[in-house]
C-alpha cells in the first residue's frame, strides 16, 4: 500500500466515503433525505395504500362537501351493474381501480323482509330522504344476479354459470352488516366535491415527484452535452453555445415554462419537457466552467498523449470528476421543477384535472383561506414548502460534504 498500511488506507477512507461520512453528521440533511424517502415511497406504492383506490383518487361524493379532518360515516356499499375488468398488483399500484360499489353514506338503517332501508345523509342537521334496495341489489352485480324463488325466509338462487346457491334473508341481512355496511374515517377531511384529502396529497406527492425526476434527468442530458462540447473544444462551439445560454438564460423561467406548454399543450407529460427544457442552461454552465478548468490538467495532457479518443476523455476522465456540483446543483433543481409544476397547475396550465396535484388543490381550494376551510389550501402548500425544502437543505449539505478543501 506505499506509505500507508491496510489499515490507515481503510481509517483515512477514499473522498467518496469522506463525504458520505460528513454528510450523515448533518442532522438537517439526514432529516431531509428521510422526508424525501418516505415520500418516494408513498409515491411508488400509490394506490395501493390511499384510503380512495379510484383512478386519480377521485371518487366524489357531494354529500359529503368539506367535512373536517377525523370525520367518519357509514357507507352502504351497493354493488355496480357493470362487469369486473380483473385487475393486477402493478396495474392497482400504478393507476389505481374502478370501484365495484356505489358509496351511499347513511346516518341509519334497517331490514325488512327482503329489502334493507337506509336513511341518506345529506348533510348535519338535515332530514336525508329513505332509499329502498332489494338485498339481491345490494350484493350482486345484474350480469351475475340470481333468478330466485321464494318460499318463506328461503330465497334459492340459481346463477347464469349454473350453480345453486341457497340463501336466506337473513344470511343476505347478515352479509351486507359485515361487508357492505362500512364505517369510514376520513383523515384529514374532504374537498367541495366530497373527496378524500388525505388520498389526493398521497398521489398528487407521484405527480410533483414525477415532474422533478424526469426534469432533471432532461436537465442533465442537455446541459451535460452542451456544457461538456463548449468547455473542452472551446472555440466557435463554445462562443455558439454560450450565445444560445444566455439567450435562454435571459428569459424568465416561468414565462419560457408557460411558452414551452403552450406550444406542446396542456398535459402530464408535457410539463416535464416544458420545465426539463427550461434547466439545463444552469447545469451547462457549471459544467462548461468544470470543463475549462480540467481540461488543463495533467491527466488529460496524459490521455490525449497516449492517444485516447475525445469521447474517452470526456466521459471517462474529465465528467467523473465535474460531477460534484452537478449533484449539488440537480437537488436544487428538483426544487425548481416542484415549485413551477405547481405554479403551473395553480394557474391551469399544468396537470390537468381529474389527475390530482399539490398545486392543482391549492387553486380548487384557495378561496377557503378566508373561511372555516383553510387547510384545504394550507395542506398541500405545506407538502410542497416542506419538499422544496428538504432538496434545498440536502443540496446544501451535499455541497459542504462534496467540498474537498473542507473534507478532515
Known amino acids: 500500500m506505499g506509505l500507508f498500511s491496510r489499515k490507515q488506507y481503510q481509517a483515512t477512507g477514499s473522498l467518496g466515503r469522506l463525504a458520505w461520512r460528513r454528510l450523515l453528521k448533518n442532522r438537517m440533511a439526514v432529516a431531509s433525505v428521510v422526508i424525501i424517502l418516505l415520500t418516494v415511497l408513498i409515491s411508488v406504492l400509490g394506490y395501493l395504500i390511499t384510503p380512495d383506490k379510484t383512478p386519480y383518487a377521485n371518487d366524489q361524493n357531494l354529500a359529503l362537501t368539506t367535512k373536517k379532518p377525523g370525520f367518519r360515516i357509514t357507507m352502504l356499499m351497493v354493488r355496480k351493474n357493470e362487469p369486473d375488468p380483473g385487475y393486477n398488483f402493478l396495474s392497482l399500484m400504478m393507476f389505481g381501480r374502478k370501484s365495484e360499489y356505489r358509496h351511499i353514506p347513511v346516518k341509519g338503517y334497517s331490514f325488512n323482509d327482503s329489502t334493507v332501508v337506509v336513511t341518506e345523509y345529506e348533510g348535519e342537521g338535515i332530514t336525508g330522504k329513505q332509499t329502498t334496495f332489494n338485498l339481491a341489489d345490494v350484493v350482486y352485480p345484474v350480469e351475475s344476479k340470481p333468478s330466485f324463488s321464494r318460499s318463506d325466509d328461503r330465497i334459492s338462487f340459481i346463477t347464469i354459470d349454473g350453480m345453486k346457491l341457497i340463501k336466506t334473508s337473513a344470511g343476505l341481512r347478515d352479509e351486507i352488516q359485515k361487508h357492505n355496511l362500512v364505517k369510514k374515517k376520513y383523515i384529514l377531511g374532504t374537498d367541495r366535491y366530497g373527496r378524500d384529502v388525505l388520498s389526493q396529497l398521497m398521489i398528487g406527492a407521484r405527480v410533483s415527484l414525477s415532474v422533478g425526476f424526469i426534469s ?39 414565462l419560457l415554462v408557460i411558452v414551452i406548454t403552450f406550444t406542446l399543450g396542456k398535459g402530464f407529460w408535457q410539463v416535464f419537457i416544458a420545465v426539463g427544457l427550461t434547466m439545463w442552461v444552469e447545469v451547462a454552465r457549471v459544467v462548461r466552467g468544470q470543463f475549462i478548468s480540467l481540461r488543463e490538467k495533467e491527466f488529460v495532457e496524459a490521455g490525449k498523449a497516449l ?40 394557474l391551469g396550465i399544468g396537470v390537468q384535472p381529474p389527475m390530482p396535484s399539490w398545486g392543482t388543490m391549492i387553486k380548487e381550494n384557495y378561496a377557503y383561506i378566508i373561511l372555516d376551510y383553510a387547510y384545504l389550501a394550507i395542506l398541500p402548500g405545506v407538502a410542497i414548502m416542506v419538499m422544496v ?11 459542504d460534504a462534496l467540498d474537498v478543501k473542507t473534507i478532515d
Open 216 to 254: 432533471v434527468i432532461i436537465s442533465l442530458l442537455v446541459g451535460i452535452f452542451m456544457g461538456a462540447i463548449a468547455g473542452y473544444f472551446r472555440g466557435w462551439a463554445d462562443n455558439i453555445i454560450m450565445w444560445f445560454i444566455n439567450v435562454i438564460w435571459s428569459v424568465p423561467t416561468l
Open 307 to 346: 492517444g485516447f479518443s475525445n469521447k474517452r476523455i470526456i466521459f471517462r476522465h474529465i465528467l467523473p470528476n465535474s460531477m460534484a456540483p452537478v449533484i449539488v446543483i440537480s437537488a436544487a433543481n428538483f426544487a425548481s421543477a416542484i415549485l413551477l409544476e405547481s405554479g403551473l397547475s395553480f
Open 389 to 399: 425544502l428538504s432538496f434545498m437543505i440536502l443540496g446544501n449539505a451535499l455541497r
